[in-house]
Every structure is written in structure tokens, then in C-alpha cells.
Nanobody, 120 residues
Framework: QVHLVESGGGLVQAGGSLRLSCAASGSIISIDAMGWYRQVPGKQRELVARLISGGSANYANSVLGRFTISRDNAKNTVYLQMNSLKPEDTAVYSC??????????????WGQGTQVTVSS
């Protein structure tokens, strides 16, 4: 069994910064990709940033230049540094990971989500 535990959400004023963390634990052989998605009520969940094992990162256009995704492989942890936050960044941010727990199977996992609220 694998668990993703997020931390770092909260309330911040526009222009401020937050850093989200997501730690994977459990039966892990390797992590193929880790990333962050966000969702606001009434809207579809959207990709914020995703980092694959080769080091390539994908970002939503709306966060380019403001958010940075990084990973500590030794800790099985992914981070999302969010700078110059805007009220429209307000959402529940969820960690997502493709984790190999056996040599034959890769499974997609979600964290429980953490609320980020940006006040104007």
C-alpha cells in the first residue's frame, strides 16, 4: 500500500508565496512521475505541474514563471513552490503520483488534497 501525504497549504495574501510538499510512503520500488493538480468547486480538476522521472516538467500556462516543481528522490517527496500568488490560484491542490510497487505494475495514486486560499 502507498500513501501520499500533502502539507503546506493555507491562507496567503495576493503576491505572497507558499510551498506545498507531498511525501510518498509505503511499498515503493520507483516513482515514475509526481505532480500537482488543483480543483475549484464547479470546475474540472486541472494540471498545475508534473515532473517525470527523467527530470522533465510540465506546467499549466497560468502558472509558468510563478510556480516551480521539484523533487527529492531520496525522500520520495515532491514540492511545489508557488510565488506571486493570485486570487485565481485559490483551489484544493492534490498530489498525484505514478508509483511502481512491483516490477510489473505501476499504479496512480492521489493525496487527500490541501486547500490554498489567496486573498486579494
Amino acid at each position: 500500500q502507498v500513501h501520499l501525504v500533502e502539507s503546506g497549504g493555507g491562507l496567503v495574501q495576493a503576491g505572497g508565496s507558499l510551498r506545498l510538499s507531498c511525501a510518498a510512503s509505503g511499498s515503493i520500488i520507483s516513482i515514475d512521475a509526481m505532480g500537482w493538480y488543483r480543483q475549484v468547486p464547479g470546475k474540472q480538476r486541472e494540471l498545475v505541474a508534473r515532473l517525470i522521472s527523467g527530470g522533465s516538467a510540465n506546467y499549466a500556462n497560468s502558472v509558468l514563471g510563478r510556480f516551480t516543481i521539484s523533487r527529492d528522490n531520496a525522500k520520495n517527496t515532491v514540492y511545489l513552490q508557488m510565488n506571486s500568488l493570485k486570487p485565481e490560484d485559490t483551489a484544493v491542490y492534490s498530489c498525484n503520483a505514478d508509483i511502481r510497487s512491483s516490477y510489473f505494475t505501476t499504479t496512480n495514486y492521489w493525496g487527500q488534497g490541501t486547500q490554498v486560499t489567496v486573498s486579494s
